[in-house]
């Protein structure tokens, strides 16, 4: 287990290394000159001459050869000096701390909705094969293949205006603030975003639980009078867990980063919403950042799963 470890760790900061150099050269590819936006607005409209924006450039360090700013900035990173934002001159940790109990708060509802019902559907579906179940849950597990999250999103908006004519408050309110208030503005957009999640998780649980149940050990669990639902519970759903929980733990990463859309429907100041505003603005060292830290939460989590699997299955050795 320990040499495990090492070994995946040997491997997280050399995948880190790479997301780095991706973001940074693209960032520096695209069409699009932060000194030009800063000094010409967001719509383009201000004049400035050649000398302001060769000043402004120098200033924000972009006139130096890539590589050269590259190195500059990693060696910043890696003493956790992640640098100030082009666009409000605040360090970026402090634009990016504010909105991160939001977005770990809506990610981590998301996919705790995603769960709850995705395993549930998965193995009721499984264990009623070919019934009108089955049917109905398949069905509802595709629907939610095919439609965008944000579509979703206007949709739960939509229906609870002209149905209930009520419409959840908008924005973000601390739990500690206001828990009630907090639940209400999070408990929507979290539930657009886990069903598509929900409707992966759904349909990779019937998958693998049709597969476990078909084995000889659930046959002979069977034939020796056990209940169906310790069958399944205690013995086909730990087998079947493995390939579900890699999911899961892909698709928390992906709701960090992939709530973006959401964030924007609901008015929600999450760090998928910054991260748009960024790339919109050309803040380099914001994106960067943001970019660099979807990418450590979603190394870590996937390391943890894979920790996870030798207690869901003994016969896993690390070694």
């Known amino acids: 287990m320990r040499a495990y470890v090492v070994r995946r760790l040997l491997l997280f900061f050399p995948t880190l290394i790479g997301v780095s150099l991706i973001v940074f050269i693209i960032l520096r590819i695209v069409p699009g000159d932060p000194a030009f936006i ?25 006139d130096a050869p890539i590589y050269v700013q590259y190195v500059k900035w990693i060696a910043s990173a890696v003493q956790l000096d992640f640098g100030d934002s082009f666009f409000t001159n605040r360090p970026i940790w402090e634009e990016v701390r504010p909105r991160l109990p939001l977005t770990f708060q809506f990610a981590f509802m998301a996919i705790f909705l995603a769960i709850a019902f995705a395993v549930p559907m998965g193995i009721i579906s499984a264990t009623r094969q070919d019934t009108w179940i089955d049917y109905f849950l398949r069905i509802f597990a595709i629907i939610g293949l095919a439609m965008p999250t944000f579509w979703v999103g206007a949709l739960l908006l939509l229906c609870l205006s002209l149905w209930f004519n009520w419409f959840p408050p908008l924005g973000y309110t601390a739990p500690w603030v206001d828990l009630k208030t907090n639940f209400i503005q999070l408990i929507f957009p979290a539930v657009a975003l886990a069903y598509s999640t929900n409707a992966v998780a759904a349909r990779m649980t019937r998958s693998q639980m049709l597969e476990v149940l078909r084995e000889d050990y659930i046959r002979t669990a069977m034939a020796k009078g056990l209940l169906e639902r310790v069958v399944v519970l205690r013995h086909a ?9 890699t999911l899961f733990g892909v698709q ?23 991260l748009i505003f960024a790339i919109n603005t050309r803040d380099f060292p914001m994106v960067q950042f943001l ?29």
């Open 38 to 62: 800063m000094l010409a607005g967001y719509e383009g409209e201000g004049s400035f001459t050649q000398d302001e924006l060769d000043r402004v450039r120098r200033r924000l360090g972009l």
């Open 291 to 319: 970019v660099m830290f979807i990418a450590f939460i979603f190394l870590t989590v996937n390391l943890l799963v894979d920790l996870l699997y030798g207690w869901l299955d003994p016969r896993i050795r690390y070694e």
């Open 237 to 245: 759903l730990k087998n079947a867990a493995l390939p579900v929980l």
């Open 252 to 274: 928390f990463g992906f709701l960090l980063g992939g709530s973006v859309v959401i964030e924007s429907v609901f008015s929600l100041p999450g760090i998928g919403r910054l």
